[in-house]
Structures are given as structure tokens and as C-alpha cells.
């Protein structure tokens, strides 16, 4: 399912004029590699008749004095535009149409998202008190390899990702905060978003190791804080996110709920966003291989005057919704190899760690591990029609939890399931102190299911695939910190995640010796210690204490 769209997308594209080839970065085409959503497949590209320099061919500035919309306003068929290391100056919106097209960084043949420092990182600013919006879409292309620097004071550049064949998107950062909020908050038509997923029906848009890291301002939710991937109405295909780090923005990680189209979520570290990590629905729709976190005992993000994180807005790690317009899409959303940890919640608490809304269809919950050391249930499923939109799904709505783990401390409500027919847990480990079938109510307790702390019965069917620890891609780069003043260091090192502080110690290595250990030492501790994907992650926490 997942890589198939890509396969496809060339398949067509060869018995076109404009034929596609083996990518320029050695990956070749029609890689049905993960077919099914279980894998990502090779990110490929197609090759393009010309590559020109942007400052030599348009002569845009690479000093950052003067707009690149005043130089560029179309871009060539069949050509790929190099912005070469620099900076650039971006305002209002600036569009690109083609058939066939790629607009890159100077770093985009890296495959990782630019670290900030250095002549080979190319950064689109924003002065202070400016909106920018880059606006892409292309049948087929390679869009990425570039900063978005929007440090200064009341700045801010979001980005459309659209698409009307297979758009590949990668290796952006976003390097700022946005502090445009309160009675200065940007109007609606600027959009609720960091990055827009916009493919048309039939169309794909892919996003690979984007990296949106302390980006929001805690309680700025309603008053101007941002998503970081909004996938709307004006999602009708499907939209893909692979690999990503998202983590202290001021909304959703990923508002999907009220997309039309397909919202598929592989891997990535998902960590101390407000609202919800992951939030999509309907059949097509899955989350898949993702690490979330929400501790806010260690959130690290920026500060500002509308409250403490999870103060005045709650959050979840997944929600399944349908949103309050009304879209109905087929019931049968999908969360699998999830690692969730719910470590300490903060004033407000959480509503849970998997809430299904009562415009939420049916949910599969298959191989994840879920820590709750806090006091809520890990799932709730409200009965179907009830929550603030008041729209109900189309049957089925049943809840479905198999070959998973359940661990931690809370015993008191573990899953919270009302008015869903057929719903059933089987093959699961409640490995919580005092757990039994009387904590999971809503559900028919079907067969190989254990509780208890000796809990011997049910479990991951595969615990390798748990989380992005068995995606490395995901974890292994860190965004600049910003700061609610809005200024921000452009260290490659740090970061507030596990992996930043990890990699925070190794910054002065070259990145292939980080890999080199990094991959190693990760996989060595998993098989000798046989340590729980949720243990190692606290190892690293008293690592670089």
C-alpha cells in the first residue's frame, strides 16, 4: 500500500513522453518494497533532463537581500533548480507549478535533513514581521533539502506540499518559533500549519525526515499556534509522512481527521506535542512504527504566558476522529508497532493515550507496546455519535487490540470501551501490577490474553518493529533549538528528544562514525539485554543527564 503508490506513479509515468527513470541517487524505481503499509519502500526520484543553479540561472540572491519571488516566478519543465548554500529571502507566497520539476537545497543528495551550519546548507528566511509560504506542486518531482529560518521576532514560513501524480518531499527543516499569536496571530487564510499535505484525488504526497522541533508556544493552540502537518480538505489523496521528528509544536503533530483522503504515518519520534501526536481516521488511514512520548517532567520546549505545557490544553498520543466537518470516509483505521509512553502528565492530565471520538470508526491497535505510568486510561473509545461534533462514523466501529503489550504502572482503567459492537481484545499481556479482565471494559476478552505483573500470556507478535528504534532514520538528527524570544542556536547537536541528546554527546564525529556506533551499540543493548524498547529509552535519559 504504502510503497505500491510510488510503483505505480512510474509505472504511468514510462508510458508518458516524459519517461522516468532509475533515481539520480543510485535507488531505483518500482521498488514494491513494503507493499501493505509495512514498509516504506526506497525513496526514489526521477531523473530530470537539466539541473541548473537557481542564483546562476534566475539570479536570485543568495545574500538574503532581496526576495527570490522577484527573480523566480516559474520553473522549467523537466528540470531540477539547485539552490546552492546560502540564504535566501522569502516573503508572502511564492509559488512553483510544473509537470515535471525539483526544487532542492544544496545538501539534497545528503539524505538528511540539513543540520544548519556550514556552505552546503541552503535556509529560506523570513524577516522579522513577515509570513512566508512556499507553495509546491508538481505531477511528478523532488521538492527538499533546505532550512526554513523564521527566528526572527514575529516571523513565520509554512510550506503546501501538493501534489498531482507522486510528489516526493524531504529533508526539511523548520527552525523557528511561532510566536505570531494572541491578538497578532496570523489570519486563517494563512493556514493552521507548519506544513500543508495537499495531494489531489489519486495523487500522493510523500514527506521523509521533515524534522519540526520546538516550534509552538505552550496554550497558543486556539490563538495561533500551529499543526505541523495539516492534512485538511484539501487532502484527497493520500498523504504520506515518513521518518519525521515532531516535537513541541503548539497543535496536532499530524491533524488528519478531517482529510478526505488517506493519512499514512511510518516511523518518526513524536514527542511532547499538544492535542496529539498522530490524529486520523477511516480506512486507508494508519500510524505505523512510531515512537510517541508524552512527559512533561521533561519537556524542554519553549516557555511563553499562555500556560505550561499541558496546562491549558490536553493532549493524547493518538486520537481517531472524523473532525467537525462531516467528511465520511469507510470505517477501519490502523495503529500498529507503536511505542507509546505516557511517563507524567502535568496539571491538566491526559484524556488518554488512544482516544477513538465518537466520530471515529473502527480502530485495529495491533503490535504496540504502551507504558502508562499516569493516571488515565491507555484507550478510550467514546459509544459512536458522541464527543463535540456529534457525527458518527459508518459501521463497523468495533475496537480491536491484538499481539500487544500493556505496561507500567496504571491499573486503574486500562482500556475504557463504550457502545461498540463486536469490539475484542485477544492475544495481549497486561503486565501492570494488579491488572485483570475487570480494568477493560467494552470488550470480549477473546483468547490468549494475560495480566498481572507475571503476566505469561499474549504479547508483541514482533517486537523488533516496535517504534522508530527499529527505523534508525527516524531518531538520528536534531533541529536547532528556538526559544519563546524567538532566537535559536544552530548547533547540529542537542535537541530535546532521547536521540538529540544522544547524538548532543557525539556531535564532534563525523556522521558516518555516528552511525557506525550509534546503529551497533542500539541493537547490541536490544539483543543482550533483551531490554524492553521503553527501558532503552530511559537509559538514555540517565545517558546524557
Not at 510566536?179 to 506544513?195: E, F, I, M, P, T
Not at 483522503?261 to 490524529?279: A, L, M, P, T
Not at 479482565?437 to 514482533?462: A, D, E, P, W, Y
Amino acid at each position: 500500500m504504502y510503497a505500491e503508490t510510488e510503483y505505480d506513479h512510474y509505472q504511468q509515468m514510462g508510458e508518458r513522453p516524459a519517461q522516468q527513470g532509475s533515481s539520480g541517487d543510485g535507488n531505483s524505481s518500482g521498488t514494491r518494497s513494503g507493499g501493505g503499509g509495512n514498509g516504506s519502500g526506497k525513496p526514489t526520484a526521477p531523473k530530470f533532463s537539466q539541473t541548473v543553479d537557481a542564483v546562476e540561472e534566475f539570479g536570485v540572491d543568495p545574500n538574503g537581500n532581496r526576495p527570490i519571488g522577484e527573480d523566480i516566478d516559474s520553473v522549467p519543465e523537466d528540470t531540477l533548480v539547485v539552490f546552492p548554500g546560502g540564504t535566501f529571502k522569502v516573503s508572502g507566497r511564492t509559488q512553483f507549478r510544473a509537470t515535471k520539476a525539483g526544487v532542492v537545497g544544496a545538501s539534497y543528495q545528503d539524505k538528511k535533513p540539513p543540520s544548519g551550519d556550514g556552505k552546503n546548507t541552503t535556509t529560506f528566511v523570513a524577516e522579522q514581521g513577515t509570513f512566508a509560504a512556499l507553495d509546491f506542486k508538481m505531477d511528478t518531482g523532488l521538492v527538499g533539502g533546505f532550512m526554513l529560518d523564521f527566528t526572527a521576532t514575529k516571523a513565520l514560513i509554512t510550506m503546501n506540499a501538493r501534489s498531482s501524480g507522486f510528489m516526493q518531499y524531504r529533508d526539511v527543516v523548520w527552525n523557528g518559533l511561532v510566536d505570531r499569536v494572541g491578538s497578532q496571530a496570523n489570519d486563517s487564510k494563512n493556514g493552521d500549519y507548519l506544513c500543508a499535505m495537499q495531494p489531489d484525488e489519486g495523487a500522493t504526497s510523500r514527506a521523509t525526515r521533515f524534522v519540526m522541533k520546538n516550534n509552538g508556544i505552550p496554550g497558543s493552540k486556539n490563538i495561533g499556534g500551529r499543526n505541523g502537518f495539516w492534512c485538511g480538505e484539501s487532502c484527497k489523496g493520500t498523504a504520506q509522512i515518513e521518518d519525521c521528528v515532531v516535537s513541541a509544536v503548539a497543535d496536532n503533530g499530524v491533524y488528519g481527521g478531517r482529510a478526505p483522503g488517506d493519512v499514512q504515518i511510518k516511523g518518526g519520534e513524536w514527542v511532547n506535542n499538544e492535542v496529539s501526536h498522530n490524529r486520523y481516521s477511516g480506512k486507508g488511514s494508519f500510524s505505523d512504527g512510531a515512537t510517541m512520548v508524552l512527559d512533561a517532567d521533561n519537556y524542554n520546549g519553549p516557555t511563553g504566558e499562555y500556560g505550561k505545557w499541558n496546562d491549558e490544553i490536553g493532549t493524547h498520543a493518538i486520537k481517531i476522529e472524523r473532525g467537525d466537518n462531516g467528511i465520511s470516509k469507510p470505517s477501519g483505521a490502523v495503529l500498529r508497532n507503536a511505542e507509546i509512553q505516557l511517563l507524567s502528565a502535568g496539571p491538566h492530565g491526559f484524556g488518554a493515550g488512544i482516544r477513538v471520538r465518537g466520530s471515529g470508526g473502527a480502530l485495529k491497535i495491533e503490535n504496540c507496546r504502551i507504558t502508562n505510568n499516569v493516571d488515565c486510561a491507555s484507550v478510550v473509545a467514546e459509544s459512536p455519535g458522541d464527543g463535540y461534533s456529534g457525527y458518527k462514523a459508518p459501521s463497523p466501529h468495533n475496537i480491536t487490540i491484538t499481539d500487544s503489550l500493556f505496561q507500567g504502572t496504571n491499573a486503574e482503567s486500562i482500556v475504557d470501551v463504550s457502545g461498540r459492537e463486536n469490539s475484542l481484545v485477544r492475544k495481549t499481556c497486561f503486565k501492570i501490577p494488579g491488572a485483570s479482565s475487570s480494568n477493560i471494559t467494552g470488550m470480549t476478552i477473546g483468547s490468549g490474553v494475560g495480566f498481572g505483573k507475571q503476566c505469561k500470556s499474549g504479547g508483541l507478535s514482533n517486537p523488533k518493529k516496535v517504534g522508530s528504534g527499529g527505523n534508525l532514520s527516524a531518531a538520528n538528527f536534531s533541529a536547532p533549538n528556538a526559544s519563546s524570544t524567538g532566537s535559536a542556536s544552530t548547533s547540529s547537536g542537542g535537541g530535546s528528544g532521547w536521540a538529540g541528546k544522544l547524538l548532543g554527546g557525539l556531535a564532534v564525529a563525523p556522521l558516518i562514525g555516528i552511525a557506525v556506533i550509534a546503529i551497533p551499540f542500539i541493537f547490541g543493548l536490544l539483543v543482550l539485554g533483551g531490554a524492553t524498547f521503553g527501558g532503552l529509552l530511559l537509559f538514555f535519559k540517565k545517558l546524557s543527564s
